[in-house]
């Protein structure tokens, strides 16, 4: 079996658009883009005029080293967000081939479906006094019941922090082998001390690994994530990308920020985010507003709230704001960022100030 089944028939021969970096030329005056022969006055490196390459090499070359690839097996792109829609635009016709997601869980995967006329199929999470845990047996029968091209799983979830056990990943991708992608996005995965699901791409073909610099790296503002795949897979993927998704100031923010001073940096930021949530968890769970804290291996804690928009408010009013979960079916719960120690402590004054609701038990 080849991934390229999995792919749209329609799109396996597409060649996708060919700019004018596609080709690669060498020479000194460059005629073949339209772009303007004068720099912009605010182009202080007189780089901005020109179109960026699509893939540069160099990136690619550090993300995978960073990621434990080959370049071969990685596309960047504008965060993980534009990995999502690739991927169903390549996999899933419109108006059919539906995808499994498992709520709650990172919008952007129905939002995305949605816009694409991609029927949605929803397994719940499910929920006990250990947090959040998905029931990949329901998954995997849901998939082939629909017959869908596509599962989008998020280990560590958001909003709900849990941890997907890698040997079950390995599990639902065999089972689906010849019949769906298994898209595995690890957002928060560096918060969590565990393995990545890059490691089963040997094995399992059928896995695609979303990958962002967003938030242990902080380059949110630089919008760069990739998708980790099976070479045959990122080859179509890149054919249905558009020309230019990476603008040169965030592929050179983004190779500061991979260079080796940098990492270890990162590396003691990710450390001490780890320690504040473990301390954030413990003193919320005293809070007397607090009904329970969700266990999480992300950079974020779900609380559970006596009175969510009484904390809500009793937050923004100290300046502090958090996100507010009641949207997405969660009616007592606020999702709050892990912080400096210093804004923690501001988190944890509020909540500890909070009244108990008359009647109300924790």
């Given at each position: 079996?080849?991934?390229?089944?999995?792919?749209?028939?329609?799109?396996?021969?597409?060649?996708?658009?060919?700019?004018?970096?596609?080709?690669?030329?060498?020479?000194?005056?460059?005629?073949?883009?339209?772009?303007?022969?004068?720099?912009?006055?605010?182009?202080?490196?007189?780089?901005?005029?020109?179109?960026?390459?699509?893939?540069?090499?160099?990136?690619?070359?550090?993300?995978?080293?960073?990621?434990?690839?080959?370049?071969?097996?990685?596309?960047?792109?504008?965060?993980?967000?534009?990995?999502?829609?690739?991927?169903?635009?390549?996999?899933?016709?419109?108006?059919?081939?539906?995808?499994?997601?498992?709520?709650?869980?990172?919008?952007?995967?129905?939002?995305?479906?949605?816009?694409?006329?991609?029927?949605?199929?929803?397994?719940?999470?499910?929920?006990?006094?250990?947090?959040?845990?998905?029931?990949?047996?329901?998954?995997?029968?849901?998939?082939?019941?629909t017959a869908a091209r596509l599962v989008f799983l998020c280990s560590p979830g958001n909003p709900g922090g849990?941890?997907?056990?890698?040997?079950?990943?390995?599990?639902?991708?065999?089972?689906?082998?010849?019949?769906?992608?298994?898209?595995?996005?690890?957002?928060?995965?560096?918060?969590?001390?565990?393995?990545?699901?890059?490691?089963?791409?040997?094995?399992?073909?059928?896995?695609?690994?979303?990958?962002?610099?967003?938030?242990?790296?902080?380059?949110?503002?630089?919008?760069?994530?990739?998708?980790?795949?099976?070479?045959?897979?990122?080859?179509?993927?890149?054919?249905?990308?558009?020309?230019y998704p990476l603008p040169v100031p965030s592929v050179e923010a983004a190779l500061a920020a991979l260079a080796?001073?940098?990492?270890?940096?990162?590396?003691?930021?990710?450390?001490?985010?780890?320690?504040?949530?473990?301390?954030?968890?413990?003193?919320?769970?005293?809070?007397?507003?607090?009904?329970?804290?969700?266990?999480?291996?992300?950079?974020?804690?779900?609380?559970?709230?006596?009175?969510?928009?009484?904390?809500?408010?009793?937050?923004?009013?100290?300046?502090?704001?958090?996100?507010?979960?009641?949207?997405?079916?969660?009616?007592?719960?606020?999702?709050?960022?892990?912080?400096?120690?210093?804004?923690?402590?501001?988190?944890?004054?509020?909540?500890?100030?909070?009244?108990?609701?008359?009647?109300?038990?924790?």
């Amino acid at each position: 079996m080849s991934v390229l089944d999995l792919v749209r028939a329609d799109l396996r021969d597409f060649g996708g658009y060919r700019s004018a970096r596609s080709d690669k030329l060498d020479g000194q005056v460059w005629l073949n883009a339209n772009e303007s022969p004068w720099a912009n006055s605010a182009d202080i490196g007189s780089q901005l005029r020109r179109y960026p390459d699509p893939q540069p090499q160099r990136l690619r070359e550090a993300l995978a080293g960073l990621y434990g690839c080959s370049p071969r097996q990685l596309l960047a792109g504008r965060g993980s967000d534009e990995g999502i829609d690739l991927l169903l635009r390549a996999l899933c016709r419109p108006g059919g081939d539906a995808v499994v997601v498992t709520t709650p869980t990172f919008g952007m995967y129905a939002v995305s479906a949605r816009l694409h006329g991609t029927p949605v199929v929803d397994v719940p999470l499910r929920e006990d006094d250990d947090g959040y845990h998905c029931d990949f047996a329901a998954v995997g029968d849901a998939a082939e019941r629909t017959a869908a091209r596509l599962v989008f799983l998020c280990s560590p979830g958001n909003p709900g922090g849990n941890l997907l056990r890698i040997e079950d990943i390995a599990a639902l991708a065999a089972r689906l082998l010849d019949r769906a992608v298994v898209a595995v996005d690890e957002a928060y995965i560096e918060f969590a001390d565990a393995p990545s699901a890059i490691a089963l791409l040997e094995e399992s073909p059928n896995i695609a690994v979303l990958r962002t610099l967003s938030k242990a790296h902080a380059l949110a503002a630089a919008r760069i994530g990739c998708v980790i795949a099976d070479a045959a897979l990122i080859a179509v993927l890149q054919r249905c990308q558009a020309p230019y998704p990476l603008p040169v100031p965030s592929v050179e923010a983004a190779l500061a920020a991979l260079a080796p001073a940098s990492q270890r940096l990162t590396g003691a930021r990710i450390r001490e985010t780890i320690g504040e949530r473990a301390r954030l968890q413990s003193a919320l769970a005293r809070s007397p507003g607090v009904r329970r804290v969700v266990p999480s291996r992300a950079n974020f804690v779900q609380v559970r709230c006596i009175d969510a928009q009484g904390a809500f408010e009793a937050l923004l009013a100290a300046g502090i704001v958090v996100r507010d979960l009641r949207a997405m079916g969660i009616p007592d719960a606020l999702r709050i960022s892990i912080g400096t120690p210093d804004q923690n402590d501001r988190v944890l004054r509020v909540m500890d100030a909070l009244p108990v609701p008359a009647g109300a038990a924790a």
